[in-house]
């Protein structure tokens, strides 16, 4: 079975604000990956059914998530998100962001 990438990185040469500077040339580790997606101001990185399981180690609180489902950029990672974690709050959260698209 071939392993899912965890998340899709738009390939480049990023300097992040509270980071530092990140070469996104060559596939990097998979902890650098989820730093990079729970960064607010590194908008090019999505995540992909393979990430859902590094951001469950993560134990992120349900306002982490929250901040995720509204950086999300498209239906599926929303949804992707919800595996993570899911409660009513959430869900509410992810129905509106979903609405917020344009299908």
Excluded: H
């Excluded at 392993?3 to 580790?29: C, H, M, W």
């Excluded at 590194?42 to 489902?69: M, R, S, T």
């Amino acid at each position: 079975m071939e392993k899912l990438a965890p998340f899709k990185i738009r390939p480049g040469i990023y300097n992040i604000p509270n980071y530092g500077r990140v070469v996104a040339t060559k596939p990097l580790e998979n902890n650098v990956m989820v730093k990079l997606y729970r960064n607010r101001a590194f908008p090019f990185i999505e995540l992909q059914e393979g990430g859902v399981d590094l951001l469950k180690k993560e134990k992120l609180k349900e306002n982490e998530v929250a901040g995720l489902i509204i950086k999300s950029q498209n239906a599926k990672e929303v949804d992707l998100l919800l595996q993570v974690k899911s409660n009513k709050t959430l869900q509410s959260i992810a129905e509106t962001k979903k609405s917020s698209f344009l299908d």
